[in-house]
């Protein structure tokens, strides 16, 4: 059976995208990866009225719900809570998740404050793997929809 790394990278090598694998102790922080903080994106789960949407951020910046919620048209936006991303995502860590919606039916959403032309770090399923790789080959390939949606 595949892991989510396995997914994720297969998905990268079949689209010839270029990423590096960064395999780190367990940590839940950026620093581990050797990565600046406003380039090493998290993958935030917001419900989004009676559905489950990724938003991804700049890990220095939060996920401000109201203007991702409006940005919508939703009548109703919240953070998912633990239990719901666990339920949701059960082969992820919590706090881990990439920011592949497409694995797992789920429609993303990526802040304005990410640059195409950077090389950004993303969580690949456990507090111990790491993928680099250019943002705009990330955000094509995940299809994210561009919001201003983080303060």
Known sequence: MSTVLDRVMDMLRQEAIP?????????YTA????????????????????DLVLALLPAPRMVNVEALQRALGASRARLASE??????FPECEVGALPPFGSLFGVPVYSDLHL??????TFTAGTH???IRMRYGDLRRLVGATPLAFAE
């Open 115 to 120: 640059n195409d032309d950077e090389q950004v």
């Open 128 to 130: 111990r793997d790491a």
């Open 31 to 50: 620093q581990d990866t050797h990565t600046p903080g406003r380039r090493f994106i998290k993958t935030v789960v917001v419900r989004v009225d009676d």
């Open 83 to 88: 239990a719901e991303i666990a339920e949701r």
């Open 19 to 27: 990423f590096e694998l960064i395999h780190h102790r367990t940590d």
